[in-house]
């Protein structure tokens, strides 16, 4: 199997799974703006924001952190910022560029009403749509890839099957070069000895010391009352937490853990990191978009039927309770073939085939206002 991929190279030198146009909302007045100009204009998806022009303080600070690191997500090849003050928009696209995209920006204050702001949208969307045209998916090795890990529903059956062949993956590609970010902390809070025991070294010890402390606080002072392990992983047979992160563990392989990060930081490089966010399936999507990721592998266990993720091709895959799932792009029932089956639809998504959810036709993602602990 050859460890290459086919990818757009961007002039920062990082390299996206897709070449898509951002639509970027600057305040809760577009957001319809923004995704009806990403309905039409194929190849784009629309970033909505739950904040307006009173925000301000610490929802400020993470939707503007957030925002700027999702346009810098290696699967951005333009934006169009779309908002009610021409400087704010101006600022925005003048930092795309420095990275070396596209960009474009239409004042929601230069039109009468939405169907203008619509239209003026949709005709910089098209030409920047055109310029993207010309960039071509250029072979390069496995280490331009970021690699985002995301798990829904588990269920006895995904820990089984899905969840050691996440980890022979992780092992595959972070061994030559790849970054690997996984989230959704709590469902390590279980066994926090033996996720601080994979830490590479004394300093990233420390940061997963820290990056665990709080939810296991919170889960603690929660005692019975505390929503982990959820209804639907004990309708699935994991009845406690310390189950549930013995199964999360098989999706990190035999990789040390070279660091934690904050929720939407970029991923620092090559090997397995760690990102401190919360369990929401949408939030920890948001964050492994914003951290650089270009590809996620999303376990799922008693449905396929979770959150999208319109920038960042999400391979689903599922143990054979699941097969037939529209939802689900590997099944996986066997143990001697399902990591060279994992590898085999990673390279391919990666090098631009369409994933089952890039099918269902979704074209917005929102950044939160804030984020919970669990």
Request: net charge positive; glycine share 10%; charged share 20%.
């Amino acid at each position: 199997m050859p460890l290459c991929i086919r990818g757009f190279v961007r002039p920062d030198g990082s390299v996206g799974t897709r070449n898509n146009l951002l639509v970027v909302s600057m305040s809760d007045l577009c957001n319809e703006i923004a995704l009806k100009i990403a309905r039409a204009v194929p190849g784009s998806v629309a970033l909505l924001t739950p904040a307006g022009s009173l925000s301000f303080g610490e929802e400020a600070r993470l939707v503007s952190g957030l925002r700027s690191r999702v346009c810098a997500n290696p699967n951005v090849g333009a934006i169009l910022v779309v908002g009610p003050i021409a400087t704010e928009n101006a600022a925005v696209a003048a930092e795309a560029r420095t990275l070396g995209r596209l960009a474009g920006a239409v004042s929601l204050l230069d039109h009468i009403d939405g169907q203008g702001a619509v239209r003026a949208g949709i005709h910089v969307g098209r030409h920047l749509r055109r310029e993207l045209a010309s960039t071509r998916r250029r072979e390069v090795a496995i280490d331009a890839l970021r690699l985002g890990l995301k798990s829904s529903v588990s269920n006895a059956e995904s820990v089984r099957y899905a969840n050691p062949a996440v980890g022979s993956l992780v092992d595959l590609v972070s061994n030559r070069g790849a970054g690997v970010c996984i989230t959704e902390l709590v469902d390590l809070c279980g066994d926090p000895a033996a996720v601080i025991e994979r830490a590479a070294t004394r300093k990233a010890a420390r940061e997963i010391y820290a990056a665990l402390r709080e939810p296991l606080r919170l889960m603690q002072q929660m005692g019975p009352d505390v929503p982990d392990p959820t209804p639907m992983n004990i309708m699935g047979g994991i009845v406690t937490i310390a189950r549930k992160s013995r199964g999360a563990l098989k999706r990190l392989g035999r990789s040390p853990i070279k660091s934690a990060i904050r929720f939407g930081d970029e991923v620092p490089g090559d090997g397995l990191h760690l990102m401190a966010g919360p369990a929401s399936c949408a939030l920890s999507l948001m964050g492994l978009a914003a951290a650089g990721c270009t590809l996620i592998v999303h376990t799922v266990g008693l449905t396929g039927a979770t959150a999208s993720s319109p920038l960042v091709p999400m391979i689903k895959i599922g143990g054979p309770s699941l097969r037939g799932s529209r939802d689900v792009d590997l099944f996986l029932d066997n143990r001697n073939t399902r990591v060279v089956q994992l590898a085999d639809i990673t390279f391919k998504v990666a090098s631009g085939a369409r994933t089952a959810s890039e099918r269902g036709g979704e074209r917005s993602i929102m950044l939160p206002n804030s984020l919970p602990l669990l």
